[in-house]
C-alpha cells in the first residue's frame, strides 16, 4: 500500500508569512495529490487538485507543485482564516490521506 | 449544485453493524461519479473507507474491507455503507463525499458521529 506523509505535523508562522506543506508518497502517484484544508468543526474542503489545479472559489494565495513523490502546498501570505488542518490524498486506487498538518498563527 | 446528506443511529452497540446512509439532491447518482465514505475519530485524521462507482464498482480500504459494504440504493438516489463487527475504535465522524472521474472529492457532506458503545 502506499502512504502518504506529511511534514511538519505541526506548524505556527505569523500573518503574512510564506507557508509550505510537504507530502511525500512511498511510491509514484503521478499527478493524483489532491489538498484539502479542515477547520476546526468543519467539514474539509478541496483546495487543490492533480497537484497543482486550483479549486474553483479558493483563493489564488494557496498553490500546490509537485508530481511523483514529492508535493507541497504553499500559502504565498499567511492570513488569520487560513488556520486549519491540511491534509494530503492521494486520489487514485485506494485513496489515502496524509495524517495532516495543523496550522496555527504565531 | 449537488448536496450530500448523511443520516446514521448516533449510537451502535460493541459487535454490531454500523449503517450509514447518503442521499444525494441536485444531481443524480447515475452520473459518472465514484461516491466515497470517509471517516474521522476524534482529534484524529481522515481514513477513506471506501468507495462506489456509477455503474455500482466497489473498492475498500484493504484495513477495512473484511467488515465493509457499499451499496446503491437508484431509486432513493442514496448510497450506504454498512460496517460490521464494530468496537470502540470505530466511534467517528462519517462523512460521504463524491468524486467525478479524474478529480478529488469536490463535495462533502456534513458528517453524522456513530458512537460504538454498550
Known amino acids: 500500500d502506499i502512504q502518504m506523509t506529511q511534514s511538519p505535523s505541526s506548524l505556527s508562522a505569523s500573518v503574512g508569512d510564506r507557508v509550505t506543506i510537504t507530502c511525500r508518497a512511498s511510491q509514484g502517484i503521478g499527478r493524483y495529490l489532491a489538498w484539502y484544508q479542515q477547520k476546526p468543526g468543519k467539514v474539509p474542503n478541496l483546495l487543490i487538485y492533480?497537484?497543482?489545479t486550483l479549486q474553483s472559489g479558493v483563493p489564488s494565495r494557496f498553490s500546490g507543485s509537485g508530481s511523483g513523490t514529492d508535493f507541497t502546498l504553499t500559502i504565498s501570505s499567511l492570513q488569520p482564516e487560513d488556520v486549519a488542518t491540511y491534509y494530503c490524498?492521494?486520489?487514485?486506487?485506494?485513496?489515502?490521506f496524509g495524517q495532516g498538518t495543523r496550522l496555527e498563527i504565531k | 449544485q449537488v448536496q450530500l446528506q448523511e443520516s446514521g443511529p448516533g449510537l451502535v452497540k460493541p459487535a454490531g453493524t454500523l449503517s450509514v446512509t447518503c442521499a444525494v439532491s441536485?444531481?443524480?447518482?447515475?452520473?459518472?461519479?465514484?461516491w466515497s465514505w470517509v471517516r474521522q475519530t476524534p482529534g484524529k485524521g481522515l481514513e477513506w473507507i471506501g468507495e462506489i462507482s456509477h455503474d455500482g464498482t466497489t473498492n475498500y480500504n484493504p484495513s477495512l474491507k473484511s467488515r465493509v459494504t457499499i451499496s446503491v440504493d437508484r431509486s432513493k438516489n442514496q448510497f450506504s455503507l454498512n460496517l460490521n463487527s464494530v468496537t470502540a475504535a470505530d466511534t467517528a465522524v462519517y462523512y460521504c463525499a463524491r468524486q467525478p472521474i479524474n478529480m478529488a472529492f469536490d463535495v462533502w457532506g456534513q458528517g453524522t458521529m456513530v458512537t460504538v458503545s454498550s
Open positions: 441536485g444531481g443524480s447518482i447515475n452520473n459518472e461519479n465514484w
Open positions: 490524498q492521494k486520489y487514485s486506487s485506494a485513496l489515502t
Open positions: 492533480a497537484a497543482s
